[in-house]
């Protein structure tokens, strides 16, 4: 059964895992170098006490990322050696499309349970213990049986519609199938926030106010078009903060965590609005919706070459051929092929970043606002103000806030 193409999987496995681990123990010895001493730039703002515990939180979630690391390398070599692939063919034990949906939905519930442990620990243990966690144990579980009968709900349908256009679209059924998920995914993008991000959280409407008045006459003046400014129960979950946008067209909303209502002042929440608005005014978010059109435009042709391609069944030893067990091998095991596409990604993302902290200081005019903000959140959230380079480079989907705050002074 071990095809050369078992070989080259387990050869860009090894790699993907040594390379990450590496990074890590590399970021670690790099926050331990630095532990003792605060970057010079925070020293005023940030206290000696506060940047201990941000050097043990990261220090401590890594090390977590390590164990849960060595229970994926468990977890993915059971799979594959088990034969469980195509055990679970006999299992589910029906035929046509039926047959596929519960195979990936088998699939997709046993991960869920698998991720279990390491989601409770998460946020049980590690978050508990730096005064993150918020969540109860009830909402833990009501957000997982939410998240299930979602999944569910909203990926069953899409997984039917593209198998059976593989059954009936003929050779370009590839073509249509992404038509769909693409299509599919934007309406989500459009209505998740109004219609589905609710079902999860508290939205309410910002008060009228001067932060109220200050935002409305910033998207104003920059002609940024919304449905409203809603705060959001963050703090329900936990400490951590956020804002964001979300939504399309009439539907986009701005939203507030109600935790970043409390650490940031009113001067700072304009700064990153600024910022976030600049995201949306450079067309940031059209350019990344273009990325991953042709990503996935690309991901679903590669599918459609695999599915009747023996040796990636054998070397995942997946027994015969099948649409949905080519489904279940690319989106488990692809990304061990193409990891370091993320240093692209990521690198396009860091520019954004930059280029959206210098439209929020010129439109919003407030220098030192946008670089406390980016400071009071490293704070808050007990960031990691000293991540080695090379970690930061492959990792960080922003610059590093030194960066940041350089940049913009
Ligand atoms: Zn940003």
């Known amino acids: 059964m071990t095809t050369w193409f078992f070989w080259l999987f387990a050869a860009c496995y090894t790699v993907h895992l040594v390379w990450e681990t590496a990074l890590t123990l590399l970021n670690n010895a ?10 010079g730039y925070f020293r005023d703002k940030i206290e000696p006490e506060r940047y201990r515990k941000a050097v043990s939180y990261n220090l401590e979630k890594a090390r977590f990322g390590l164990v849960v690391r060595g229970y994926d390398v468990i977890v993915t070599w059971a799979i594959l050696l088990s034969g469980v692939l195509e055990t679970l063919d006999a299992w589910v034990g029906l035929s046509g499309i039926l047959h596929s949906i519960l195979y990936c939905g088998a699939v997709a519930l046993a991960l869920t349970l698998l991720r279990l442990p390491v989601s409770l620990y998460s946020h049980f243990v590690l978050e508990e213990k730096y005064g993150f966690n918020k969540m109860t144990a009830g909402t833990f579980v009501l957000d997982l049986l939410k998240g299930i009968a979602l999944g569910a709900a ?26 769909a998920v693409y299509g599919f ?33 910033l998207a104003k003046k920059i002609q940024f078009k919304m449905s409203g400014i809603f705060t959001i129960d963050g703090s329900r979950r936990s400490a951590h903060s956020n804002a964001y946008f979300a939504g399309m ?27 976030e608005m600049g995201h949306n005014k450079l067309r940031h978010i ?45 989106s488990l095991f692809g990304s ?34 946008m670089a406390s903000s980016l400071v009071a959140l490293s704070r808050e959230n007990l ?24 940049a913009i002074q």
Do not use: C
């Open 185 to 217: 995914e934007f309406l989500m993008a459009a209505v998740y926030p109004t219609f589905l991000a609710p079902i999860f959280n508290t939205f309410t409407l910002l008060p009228d106010g001067s932060l109220k008045d200050a935002i409305t006459a």
């Open 286 to 330: 059209q350019k990344m919706l273009v990325m991953g059109f042709v990503t996935s435009l690309a991901s679903f042709w590669i599918l459609s070459l695999l599915i009747g391609w023996e040796p990636l069944y054998a070397a995942f030893n997946a027994g015969a051929p099948a649409p949905h067990k080519a489904l279940v091998i690319v």
């Open 30 to 39: 790099h926050i331990r170098k630095h532990a003792g001493e605060i970057p």
């Open 249 to 275: 067209g009439r539907l986009r909303r701005i939203v507030l965590f109600d935790t970043l209502q409390k650490q940031l002042t009113e001067r700072e929440i304009l700064a990153v609005l600024g910022h």
């Open 383 to 406: 960031s990691n103000l000293t991540p080695h380079p090379l970690f930061s480079f492959y990792h960080y989907t922003h610059p590093t806030t030194l960066e940041r705050v350089r």
């Open 154 to 179: 909203l990926g069953g349908p899409i997984l039917v519609l593209v198998f059976w256009l593989y059954q009936k679209a003929g050779g370009l059924w590839w073509l249509w199938a992404f038509a």
């Open 336 to 369: 061990h092929f193409t990891f370091f596409l993320k240093i692209v990604t990521n690198a396009l993302s860091r520019r954004y970043e930059y280029a959206s902290d210098r439209f929020s200081v010129e439109v919003v005019g407030d220098k030192e606002a």
